[in-house]
C-alpha cells in the first residue's frame, strides 16, 4: 500500500515571501499521479497541481511550483509571492488507480500580512 | 470540471441513528466516491460508487456500516448507520474530473456531528 507523508503539520509565510511544502511517499509503482489540493477553510478541496510521474519535468502553475524527486520519492510544493488566499491546508496525494487516491495528513498554512 | 453539491452540509446526529448524505453531480460520470476526513485529519477513502453494480468497499469499510446508493450518473448516497461518536467526521463527495489528469472534484462535505 503506498504511503504519503506531510512532516509539517503547520507552516507560516509573510505575505510575498516564498515557502515550501514537504511531501513524501511509498511506493513500488513506476507509473502513478502526484497531486496537490488546498482546502480553504471553506472546506472545499481543489487542485493546485499534479505531476505525472513518468515526466521528468516540474510542473508549474502560475506561482506553484513542485520539485518531484522520483527516485528520493519526494514531492516538495513551492508557493512563490504569498498572497493572503494562500491561507489553507494543504494536501499531498498518490494516486495509481482512478480515483482511489492517497492524502497526506496536510499541512496547515498561514500567509501573515 | 466537474459541480458538486452535497447535502445536508452538517447535523448533530444521536447515537444510534442512521443519516443519508446526497451528493448531486452537474454532469455525468462513471465513478463517484465517498471519502472521510476526521476531525485535524487527513482523507480517507471509504468506497467507490459505481452506477449500475454494488459499491466498491476500502478495507476498514463495510456495507452494513456505510450503504452507498448510485441510482444514475449523476447522483449518489452514503449512509452512516448505528452511529457513534468515533462517526464524527466531514464526509466528501468526489467524482473524478474525467480529462484522464487522475484530479478530482470535491464537494464541499458534509460535517456530521454524533452525540
Known amino acids: 500500500a503506498q504511503t504519503v507523508t506531510q512532516s509539517q503539520p503547520e507552516m507560516s509565510v509573510q505575505e510575498a515571501e516564498t515557502v515550501t511544502l514537504s511531501c513524501t511517499y511509498d511506493t513500488s509503482e513506476s507509473n502513478y499521479y502526484l497531486f496537490w489540493y488546498k482546502q480553504p477553510p471553506s472546506r472545499q478541496m481543489i487542485l493546485v497541481i499534479r505531476q505525472e510521474a513518468y515526466k521528468q519535468q516540474n510542473a508549474t502553475e502560475n506561482r506553484f511550483s513542485v520539485n518531484f524527486q522520483k527516485a528520493a520519492k519526494s514531492f516538495s510544493l513551492k508557493i512563490s509571492d504569498s498572497q493572503l488566499g494562500d491561507t489553507a491546508m494543504y494536501f499531498c496525494?498518490?494516486?495509481?488507480?482512478?480515483?482511489?487516491?492517497?492524502f497526506g495528513d496536510g499541512t496547515t498554512l498561514t500567509v501573515k500580512p | 470540471s466537474a459541480v458538486i453539491s452535497q447535502k445536508p452540509s452538517r447535523d448533530i446526529c444521536q447515537r444510534g441513528t442512521s443519516l443519508t448524505i446526497q451528493c448531486q453531480v452537474d454532469s455525468q460520470v462513471t465513478m463517484m466516491f465517498w471519502y472521510r476526513q476526521q476531525p485535524g485529519q487527513s482523507l480517507t477513502l471509504i468506497a467507490t460508487a459505481n452506477q449500475g453494480s454494488e459499491a466498491t468497499y476500502e478495507s476498514g469499510f463495510v456495507i452494513d456500516k456505510f450503504p452507498i446508493s448510485r441510482p444514475n450518473l449523476t447522483f449518489s448516497t452514503l449512509t452512516v448507520s448505528n452511529m457513534s461518536p468515533e462517526d464524527s467526521s466531514i464526509y466528501l463527495c468526489?467524482?473524478?474530473?474525467?480529462?484522464?489528469?487522475?484530479?478530482?472534484?470535491f464537494g464541499e462535505g458534509s460535517r456530521l456531528t454524533v452525540l
Open positions: 468526489s467524482v473524478d474530473g474525467g480529462t484522464n489528469t487522475g484530479e478530482l472534484f
Open positions: 496525494a498518490f494516486m495509481k488507480h482512478a480515483g482511489k487516491s492517497t
